[in-house]
Nanobody
Framework: QVHLVESGGGLVEAGGSLRLSCSIS????????MGWFRQVPGREREFVAA????????QYGDSVKGRFTISRDIARNTAYLQMTSLQFEDTAVYYC????????????WGQGTQVTVSS
């Protein structure tokens, strides 16, 4: 069974930084791709960033380009989301997700971590 566990969320002032981590519980599991999403109550889930597990390709949502950086540590089986220049609009629950193949669907999801940016 594969579990994703996010950590690193919290309260930060506007302009500040946070780093989220997503730990994959199954050591023998190598995802095809890892992604970060976020959601505000009453709104649709928003794509934030994604990275191939090989690390050669990354994607970012338009609202976070230039401010957020996705990375992964294969040895630690962990993905990260470094967030800088945080804005009030970045306040949301952040979820990590893993794909097992190139099919356009994420197969595993974490429980989410709250990020709150004070203005």
């Amino acid at each position: 069974q594969v579990h994703l566990v996010e950590s690193g969320g919290g309260l930060v002032e506007a302009g500040g930084s946070l780093r989220l981590s997503c730990s994959i519980s199954a050591r023998t599991f190598s995802p095809y791709r890892m992604g970060w999403f976020r959601q505000v109550p009453g709104r649709e889930r928003e794509f934030v960033a994604a990275i191939s597990w090989g690390g050669d390709t990354t994607q970012y949502g338009d609202s976070v380009k230039g401010r957020f950086t996705i990375s992964r540590d294969i040895a630690r089986n962990t993905a990260y989301l470094q967030m800088t220049s945080l804005q009030f609009e970045d306040t949301a629950v952040y979820y990590c997700a893993a794909k097992v193949s190139s099919v356009d669907r994420y197969d595993y999801w974490g429980q989410g971590t709250q990020v709150t940016v004070s203005s």
